[in-house]
């Protein structure tokens, strides 16, 4: 996108049409693919297919987003991530991190602080220590940016 005069909707209505048309003359082969081993502590196992194309759906969709990032149209990225925080298939801290530096990049905090009240009231499947660290020093921010005073308890 950064090095053609192609518009993002002209290349979203391919990826549309490869989708319809392109996806069924694939062959269905069996592939080796590594990213379908995982480890996890002191075990290797195998992903099964329904799986790994979660992982590889949500791979996609973090690239997507990471694109509209990297060439500045971050209305476009924060649409993106709002449509996948919504439709809750891929609930990832990873998704609100993401919506979060864009509503920052175009100063929309009012914003962004849905956003971190939606995290914390509808926590992602995947979060940790480090992700809840992140978004109450985050919510420090907002808060100084809004002159508000947010605590972590007053947004679950």
Known sequence: MEKTNISEYKIKEWLE??????RLKEKKLNKFLADKFKKDKDSIFILNDEEFNFIQEKYAL????KVYERVGNFKLAINHYTKIINAKKFNFYQFYQHLCFCLERINDYDRELKVIKSYYATPPINTTEN???????????VNHKLNTNYNVSDLK
């Open 17 to 22: 049409y490869y989708e319809i048309h392109g």
């Open 62 to 65: 973090e690239e997507i987003g």
């Open 131 to 141: 992700s809840n660290d992140w978004f109450e020093k985050r919510l420090k921010m």
